[in-house]
């Protein structure tokens, strides 16, 4: 490792006319971007950003799912240390979310061929795709391409909302979905991203850099409450089994419970369905969805069970039936020790304040963690904003983000 102890510095203004311009391309008169994988706006911004990573001589190649790659080749090419995000954004997104982390990456390696010359280990900037599963139910898709877990039978069982499969998607976006699996990299050795944090611990406690402990894991349940039907006249208060009342008490029960766990615990309860939905009729059933998540896998089984346990009890007190059933669960990912250091060390070599935290989001970084050495860099989110037009990041706060990005590659990479 080099022994540099100079922050490497990066092009400001670059970054910030590369944020702008990108978040040009899909952005609509209502406010927000839109630009889900493989559309139109998609290859746009795609081949946009070709053209920097060309321009800041590196070399650039397109896999065959979708990702987009810029190589700055070094003395030694046989392994790659790589950096990047995603390029797709939720409808109606913000420019910072996956962006940010890309051209943070290109930038960095831009100064870095400009400041240190050829690098002794490859060094490599990503745009990945479809992190979002905004437009397939094909979460972290580019990654998993990479990562050699896609499985053949989702080209053509994926489809987005109009019918269209991703196979065919991916063709008119000019990629061959046949080759998905001559996108498998066996080559890397770390990977780091940089992304904005989504949330306002950093923006609130005026830190700089969060240094991303774990990513979170997460359980949903689809919950099931029923009761009796009955006239809403003549049902006096005592002789009812109000399948929302159960609900709306486990509701407020379940939060409370979670909020005494303190954080990083979060617990959602997002869609609620109630029948049989008239204005003058006691509702029988009641389902909505519980999303729960904590960094530690212990934590998120207990407080899931203590979560369990609490509902039942509501139900039995209130003489009404509950069911439920887990319908998606992941565990949490423990982002590298060593590296998380290199980005503690970055950090204070460019005087940057930082923190220690978990990650609440998911992001390319949990799934990549599971087969190489990873670490996740966040920068402040303007009153945690995300995931909206809302979204932004201060451009001393990026460039720093930047820097400390190239500071840390610098260090992994001469
Ligand atoms: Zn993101």
């Given at each position: 490792?080099?022994e540099?102890?100079?922050?490497?510095?990066?092009?400001?203004?670059?970054?910030?006319?590369?944020?702008?311009?990108?978040?040009?391309?899909?952005?609509?008169?209502?406010?927000?971007?839109?630009?889900?994988?493989f559309?139109?706006?998609?290859?746009?911004?795609?081949?946009?950003?070709?053209?920097?990573?060309?321009a800041?001589?590196?070399?650039?190649?397109?896999?065959?799912?979708?990702?987009?790659?810029?190589?700055?080749?070094?003395?030694?090419?046989?392994?790659?240390?790589?950096?990047?995000?995603?390029?797709?954004?939720?409808?109606?997104?913000?420019?910072?979310?996956?962006?940010?982390?890309?051209l943070?990456?290109?930038?960095?390696?831009r100064?870095?061929?400009?400041?240190?010359?050829?690098?002794?280990?490859?060094?490599?900037?990503?745009?990945?795709?479809e992190?979002?599963?905004?437009?397939?139910?094909?979460?972290?898709?580019?990654?998993?391409?990479?990562?050699?877990?896609?499985?053949?039978?989702?080209?053509?069982?994926?489809?987005?909302?109009?019918?269209?499969?991703?196979?065919?998607?991916?063709?008119?976006?000019?990629l061959?979905?046949?080759?998905?699996?001559?996108?498998?990299?066996?080559?890397?050795?770390?990977?780091?991203?940089?992304?904005?944090?989504?949330?306002?611990?950093?923006?609130?406690?005026?830190?700089?850099?969060?240094?991303?402990?774990?990513?979170?894991?997460?359980?949903?349940?689809?919950?099931?409450?029923?009761?009796?039907?009955?006239?809403?006249?003549?049902?006096?208060?005592?002789?009812?089994?109000?399948?929302?009342?159960?609900?709306?008490?486990?509701?407020?029960?379940l939060?409370r419970?979670?909020?005494?766990?303190g954080?990083?615990?979060?617990?959602?309860?997002?869609?609620?369905?109630?029948?049989?939905?008239?204005?003058?009729?006691?509702?029988?059933?009641?389902?909505?969805?519980?999303?729960?998540?904590?960094?530690?896998?212990?934590?998120?089984?207990?407080?899931?069970?203590?979560?369990?346990?609490?509902?039942?009890?509501?139900?039995?007190?209130?003489g009404?039936?509950?069911s439920?059933?887990?319908?998606?669960?992941?565990?949490?990912?423990?982002?590298d020790?060593?590296?998380?250091?290199?980005?503690?060390?970055?950090?204070?070599?460019?005087?940057?304040?930082?923190?220690?935290?978990?990650?609440?989001?998911?992001?390319?970084?949990?799934?990549?963690?599971?087969?190489?050495?990873?670490?996740?860099?966040?920068?402040?989110?303007?009153?945690?904003?995300?995931?909206?037009?809302?979204?932004?990041?201060?451009?001393?706060?990026?460039?720093?983000?930047a820097?400390?990005?190239a500071?840390?590659?610098?260090?992994?990479?001469?």
């Amino acid at each position: 490792m080099a022994e540099h102890t100079q922050p490497i510095q990066i092009d400001t203004e670059i970054l910030q006319q590369y944020v702008d311009a990108l978040g040009c391309i899909g952005w609509q008169a209502v406010g927000g971007v839109i630009r889900p994988v493989f559309s139109t706006a998609w290859v746009q911004a795609r081949e946009q950003v070709a053209e920097w990573m060309r321009a800041a001589g590196l070399e650039v190649r397109g896999d065959a799912v979708g990702n987009l790659f810029g190589r700055l080749r070094g003395g030694d090419d046989s392994r790659t240390i790589l950096t990047g995000s995603h390029l797709d954004t939720v409808p109606l997104g913000g420019k910072f979310d996956g962006a940010l982390g890309i051209l943070a990456g290109l930038v960095a390696l831009r100064s870095l061929l400009e400041q240190a010359g050829q690098p002794r280990r490859s060094l490599e900037v990503v745009a990945l795709c479809e992190e979002e599963g905004s437009r397939f139910p094909a979460h972290y898709w580019g990654t998993r391409g990479m990562l050699g877990t896609i499985q053949a039978d989702e080209l053509e069982r994926l489809r987005d909302d109009q019918g269209e499969t991703i196979s065919e998607a991916m063709r008119t976006a000019g990629l061959a979905p046949r080759r998905y699996r001559e996108a498998v990299r066996q080559d890397l050795d770390v990977f780091i991203e940089l992304h904005i944090e989504q949330g306002r611990i950093l923006f609130d406690e005026r830190i700089n850099l969060g240094i991303v402990q774990a990513i979170t894991g997460l359980q949903h349940q689809w919950v099931t409450v029923k009761g009796r039907a009955d006239h809403a006249g003549t049902t006096p208060m005592d002789l009812r089994r109000d399948a929302l009342q159960g609900a709306a008490q486990m509701a407020i029960e379940l939060s409370r419970l979670v909020e005494q766990e303190g954080r990083p615990a979060v617990v959602t309860l997002g869609k609620w369905e109630v029948k049989p939905g008239a204005v003058n009729v006691i509702p029988d059933e009641v389902n909505f969805s519980i999303d729960v998540r904590h960094p530690d896998e212990e934590t998120k089984q207990r407080l899931a069970a203590a979560i369990r346990a609490r509902y039942e009890a509501i139900a039995q007190e209130r003489g009404l039936a509950v069911s439920s059933e887990i319908t998606s669960e992941s565990l949490p990912s423990g982002m590298d020790s060593a590296l998380q250091s290199v980005l503690i060390q970055a950090a204070e070599t460019c005087e940057a304040s930082w923190r220690a935290m978990p990650s609440g989001a998911g992001h390319d970084s949990q799934e990549i963690a599971r087969h190489l050495p990873t670490a996740m860099l966040f920068v402040p989110s303007v009153e945690g904003r995300s995931h909206s037009a809302a979204e932004y990041t201060t451009p001393e706060d990026a460039a720093r983000g930047a820097t400390v990005l190239a500071t840390a590659l610098h260090r992994l990479a001469y």
